[in-house]
């Protein structure tokens, strides 16, 4: 039941994954985030009958990268950003 001392690299291991974790959590929020403005947009316009759709493009367009990026950096996986631009596509 004694527990043995980590070694260096057990614990420089445990620090680099801390990091990452939090900087994958990071951009994974940031992909959900633009993504609920764009849909919420959509929503506003629809309700307001509204044909302006230059501002829902140019969010469209911040949430296309990020999910871009996300997807580059192994964070999301292909298929999984695929599909997330295909439901802001259709929800436009």
Do not use: F, P, W
């Not at 990091?19 to 947009?41: P, Q």
């Not at 999910?67 to 298929?79: C, F, P, T």
């Amino acid at each position: 039941a004694v527990e043995a001392k980590k070694g260096d690299s057990v614990i420089k291991r445990q620090r680099q994954t801390e990091k990452r974790r939090l900087r994958n959590k990071a951009r994974k929020s940031e992909c959900k985030t633009l993504s609920k403005k764009v849909l919420v947009t959509v929503d506003e316009l629809m309700e307001s009958g509204g044909k302006d759709l230059a501002t829902v493009d140019a969010q469209m367009a911040d949430a296309y990268s990020a999910i871009d990026k996300a997807v580059s950096k192994k964070i999301l996986h292909a298929n999984t950003g695929a599909r997330r631009k295909a439901r802001l596509a259709k929800a436009r």
